[in-house]
């Protein structure tokens, strides 16, 4: 048992041009598979902690046993973030204005001003992350909507700052073979193949 690699849902190829299939099919059988690879190992013995989704097992990073803590942040965090980053992206991308719903584009426009305006915030959040990480989409306690970037593989889960309902993954293996050191491109094409209706279904949850 333990935490398995989920299945894409889609190709390698479903969301060129905007990310390589090349890029898609080692991040996620080989970077992700990682992750899910060195958590299991990293939780063998601790069978108190079974049961738990990934996302109840981040979020309780604080509370676990030192023995396990660094693992379950890099490899727990790369499992959840990855799992969550491969169902924001859709074949064929998915327009805000088409596919966000009313309350996601509310809650939007009440955060940022509009869509152009939250484009340029997390633009400049993943281009500002200094190395490995992060730029997200935190949907907070009050429902309220902010961007913020983290290191490495933590996430507003494990910071106690949010439920992140959107992830752009800024690690050079996210972007390198076809971007290289362009990083602002590679977001601005990762923000064509945005998944708006699985952003609002998450941003309704
Ligand atoms: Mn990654």
């Known amino acids: 048992m333990g935490y398995e690699l989920p299945e894409l849902g889609y190709g390698f190829d ?31 013995g601790n069978g108190n902690l079974e049961g738990l989704s990934i996302g109840e097992l981040v979020s309780k990073l604080e509370a676990l046993p ?19 980053f491969w169902t924001i992206i859709a074949p064929g991308g998915s327009g805000y204005e088409a596919n966000a719903s009313s309350s996601l584009k509310a809650a939007v426009t009440e955060a940022f001003g509009g869509y152009d305006e939250f484009v340029n915030e997390i633009a400049a959040a993943a281009a500002g992350q200094f190395g490995s990480g992060w730029a997200w989409l935190t949907k907070e306690g009050s429902g309220a909507l902010k ?3 983290t290191a490495n ?23 390198y073979l076809r971007y290289q050191n362009k990083r602002p491109d590679y977001v601005q094409a990762w923000l064509q193949a945005v998944n708006w209706t699985e952003v609002s279904r998450r941003f309704a949850e």
Do not use: C, F
């Not at 991040?27 to 690879?37: F, L, N």
């Not at 023995?67 to 990855?82: F, L, Q, S």
């Not at 593989?153 to 293996?173: A, K």
């Open 153 to 175: 593989q933590d996430n507003p889960l494990m910071t106690g700052s949010g439920t992140p309902i959107l992830g752009v993954d800024v690690w050079e293996h996210a972007y």
């Open 14 to 44: 479903a969301v060129e041009p905007h990310i390589d299939s090349a890029t898609m099919e080692i991040h996620h059988d080989r970077h992700h598979a990682t992750y899910v690879a060195n958590l299991n190992a990293a939780l063998e």
């Open 147 to 149: 961007v913020e970037a």
């Open 66 to 84: 030192d023995g396990v803590k660094t693992a379950v942040r890099n490899n727990g965090g790369g499992h959840y973030n990855h799992s969550l």
